[in-house]
């Protein structure tokens, strides 16, 4: 099993900034993806950025690339989500989530991104962006 607990978030006002943690704890792994995942009140829960463990590779979902940055720090097993000019149709609840093994990609499909491909999740964090 697998444990992840999300920190950071809250109120923030719109253009400013917030960092997210998630630290993992539980099973003994390296090969594994890590993502964060926010849904909106009345939306579906989708994609914001992750993390492959053992390459560093990331992605993001285009709505956040450029003011959102993932990293981790390995001997922590803690990822971070750093999100900056924050706007209001951001507020949500995000998600930070786990999945073992990495789940890979095939072409230009990054299976990472696939929130059907984790199978841990965290309870979440509200973060909510003022206008």
């Known amino acids: 099993q697998v444990q992840l607990v999300e920190s950071g978030g809250g109120l923030v006002q719109a253009g400013g900034s917030l960092r997210l943690s998630c630290a993992a704890s539980?099973?003994?792994?390296?090969?594994?993806?890590m993502g964060w995942f926010r849904q909106a009140p009345g939306k579906e829960r989708e994609f914001v950025a992750a993390v492959r463990w053992s390459t560093g590779n990331t992605d993001y979902a285009e709505s956040v690339k450029g003011r959102f940055s993932i990293s981790r720090d390995n001997a922590k097993n803690t990822v971070y989500l750093q999100m900056n000019s924050l706007k209001p149709e951001e507020t949500a609840i995000y998600y930070c989530?786990?999945?073992?093994?990495?789940?890979?990609?095939?072409?230009?499909?990054?299976?990472?991104?696939?929130?059907?491909?984790?199978?841990?999740w965290g309870q979440g964090t509200q973060v909510t962006v003022s206008s």
């Open positions: 539980g099973r003994t792994f390296s090969n594994y993806a």
């Open positions: 989530a786990a999945a073992l093994p990495d789940p890979g990609y095939s072409g230009s499909y990054h299976y990472w991104t696939w929130e059907t491909s984790y199978d841990y």
